[in-house]
């Protein structure tokens, strides 16, 4: 037989075709090629083909229509078919493509070898299917040819046999790997760290990990064939807002973030639609991830950029404070060291001294609360305070509020005495805010000797005595949703103008800074109860007052004194002037510049302030000791977040003064500067 066999490829893409050509040449057949069903169909007509290699993917007619077609003609209908297939890898279409009449299909890349051995075996069998044809038509002529051809067929047979045994091997071999496969997805799925479901359109959950077994503390039989929704929110019907119901709406993967109320927990909750080869939806991913941790370490955040904004805004008030309590704390003690004694007057200007101290810790107490600086306690009687509160808010609050006090303890505790001011101030205003001008708020103080048992875990707190602390009111009392955010910065349930919603965290701060521990008690209707513990000490509290007959040193030497502020100029010098020393003033740091330049030597001392326009103290520090190497500056300032102690010394000042300072505080520094100066040059000299 010399008729040269015939192989039909059927792809709609050239590419698709030409590739299979080149590794079909290698047969030795001829190739037809069409680019759809109807060229097939066409050319099946026309010849006559040992296989056909049919594309499954092709536009209006695909290949299994294709090969239904084919079957059904009686030309065509033994033709052997091999599908080739890019995209359908599942069993599903392997087994469809077997119904539609395939001998074999094939899934790209594929190896060129085994296609080709492939096709071989099926052009064999085409030739000896014509040569079975041949030796029928001949059957009744030679019955040896016949007998020969029998024995020929028989070999193909049997090779055939073989071959079919090797493919029932490779695909035993892929349903293996299909198994081992779907295993280690499962393992994949069980080893995610996140609560991950399965579910269907109607929410029902057909899959969950290992990970929302645990984290929901439910057997797997109790969360498999239920709603999500039932599970995570205990409702017969999905939440607003669910991300499954959105998704269902708009066939897009949704992300939120939810509060999960079975757990206690926030989430975020993604879905995403898996589509099956139609493009119907055929089952739902829905992953939940803890990001509780997360979203309080960005509350802490917050709060500490609350805390920055606060030290920003009293570091920006603080200079100009300071400046004006310079004044009013250094007239007033010129004041009182001419007024008579014993006189009305005098009386007046220690209270306004004492006012003035206060406001300069208050200042102090700020910067400290918001920048977390150090200040060492002291001893404090902390019946004093209450007692000064109490007395304060009998003349301050509405007369209506009757307030009774249980003040038992005359024991001292380490702190700052402007700060336990303050927060029985904050107790006790928010106790009668809270009673809307009408009810009782109940002061009490008194000794306890606490064990271990009865101190909180949580708290460095040692046994032994404590002062233990009570401000209750009968007040409108605070909701269980609210109770534990009272303390944070700039929460406030109070209205505009009524709050700033800094009193409880300041008295969370002092109290934490004295070692104890505060606690709330709350019912609403029926008022709270506001409980701290500070530990006593044996330390006595020394009071400051003003001494007006200290004697303090006296000098001669020349001071020039900078300042932009006119009242400090005139303070300083005359308290100064007033110790003998020769004082000249300049309130613009450039003219001081050029003064000191005209006669570097015509001062003993500069005395500086540290935040002026045009050139600041660091400034102007710098440039006189390029001027006049050695020379003794003080620096001081109301507040500088650039200048320390130890900076100012580094840049060459022999102290850092702050402010607002006092008459013995100034005159003790100046005199303190010179005599080291002296010393140093007689050591040199």
């Keep these: 037989m010399n008729r040269k066999q015939k192989i039909l490829i059927v792809d709609d893409k050239p590419a698709n075709l030409f590739s299979l050509e080149m590794i079909l040449k290698e047969t030795g057949a001829e190739i037809i090629k069409a680019t759809n069903g109807n060229e097939a169909l066409v050319a099946s007509l026309n010849h006559d083909f040992a296989i056909a290699l ?36 599942s069993d599903y279409h392997v087994f469809k493509g077997y119904e539609a009449g395939a001998v074999d299909f094939m899934v790209k890349p594929y190896n060129a070898e085994v296609l080709l051995s492939k096709v071989r075996v099926f052009l064999k069998l085409d030739l000896q299917k014509n040569l079975l044809n041949e030796a029928n038509a001949g059957l009744a002529t030679t019955n040896d040819t016949l007998e020969l051809r029998v024995q020929e067929k028989t070999a193909d047979l049997n090779r055939m046999l073989t071959e079919l045994r090797t493919e029932i091997e490779r695909r035993q071999q892929a349903e293996k790997e299909i198994l081992k496969a779907k295993k280690e997805w499962q393992e994949i799925f069980e080893a995610i760290g996140h609560m991950t479901m399965i579910l269907d359109k109607d929410h029902t959950v057909i899959a969950a990990n290992r990970a929302t077994v645990e984290k929901t503390g439910l057997p797997l039989e109790k969360i498999i064939g239920r709603k999500c929704h039932t599970i995570f929110h205990n409702t017969q019907q999905p939440l607003a807002g669910c991300p499954l119901s959105t998704m269902l709406q708009k066939a897009s993967s949704q992300v939120i973030t939810s509060e999960i109320e079975a757990l206690g927990k926030t989430f975020i909750v993604s879905c995403t639609p898996v589509f099956d080869e139609k493009g119907g939806l055929e089952k739902i991913i829905h992953i939940a991830t803890d990001i509780t941790a997360i979203k309080h370490m960005k509350k802490e955040l917050i709060q500490a950029h609350k805390m920055e904004a606060i030290g920003s805004l009293a570091g920006g008030i603080a200079h100009d404070f300071n400046n004006i309590l310079s004044a009013v704390l250094g007239f007033t003690e010129l004041s009182l060291r001419r007024v008579e004694k014993g006189s009305a007057l005098e009386e007046d200007l220690h209270q306004i001294y004492t006012a003035g101290i206060r406001a300069r810790d208050l200042v102090k107490q700020i910067l400290n609360f918001a920048r977390k600086t150090d200040e060492n306690p002291k001893p404090v009687r902390i019946d004093l305070v209450a007692k000064e509160v109490v007395k304060f808010l009998r003349s301050s609050i509405a007369s209506s509020i009757e307030i009774t006090e249980n003040i038992a303890s005359r024991s001292h505790v380490l702190a700052n005495p402007v700060k336990i001011h303050q927060l029985f101030m904050n107790l006790c205003t928010n106790a009668a805010f809270a009673m809307n001008d009408s009810g009782v708020l109940k002061v009490s103080l008194e000794d306890v000797l606490l064990t271990e048992a009865d101190l909180p875990s949580d708290k460095p707190m040692l046994p032994g005595p404590y002062q233990r602390l009570e401000v209750s009111d009968n007040g409108c009392g605070i909701p269980p949703d609210i109770i534990d955010i009272i303390f944070q910065p700039f929460f406030t349930t109070k209205g505009l103008h009524e709050g700033t919603g800094m009193g409880l965290a300041m008295v969370h701060t002092i109290v934490k800074e004295c070692v104890g521990d505060i606690s709330v008690a709350s019912e609403v209707g029926k008022g709270t109860v506001f409980t701290i513990l500070l530990p006593i000490t044996t330390m006595e509290e020394k009071q400051e007052t003003f001494n007006s007959g200290e004697i303090l040193p006296q000098g001669n030497e020349r001071i020039l004194l900078v300042d932009d502020e006119i009242p400090i100029c005139k303070l300083a010098s005359r308290i100064l002037e007033g110790y003998g020393y020769k004082v000249t003033t300049e309130t613009d740091s450039e003219k001081a510049l050029a003064l000191f330049a005209a006669q570097p030597d015509a001062f003993d001392l500069v005395v500086t302030d540290m935040t002026m326009p045009k050139i600041s103290g660091s400034e102007l520090t710098e440039k006189l000791l390029q001027m006049r190497p050695g020379l003794p500056i003080i620096i001081a300032t109301g507040y500088s977040r650039k200048m320390s102690d130890a900076e100012a010394l580094e840049l060459g000042a022999r102290l850092f003064l702050a402010k607002p300072f006092e008459k013995t505080c100034l005159v003790r520094a100046v005199r303190k500067v010179l005599d080291e100066n002296g010393l140093l040059k007689n050591t040199e000299e």
């Design 54 to 89: 049919l594309d499954v993917e092709m536009p209006n007619m695909d290949g299994y229509e294709l090969a239904e077609l084919l079957r059904s003609e009686e030309k065509t209908k033994e033709l052997p078919i091999l599908f080739v297939s890019a995209v359908y890898s």
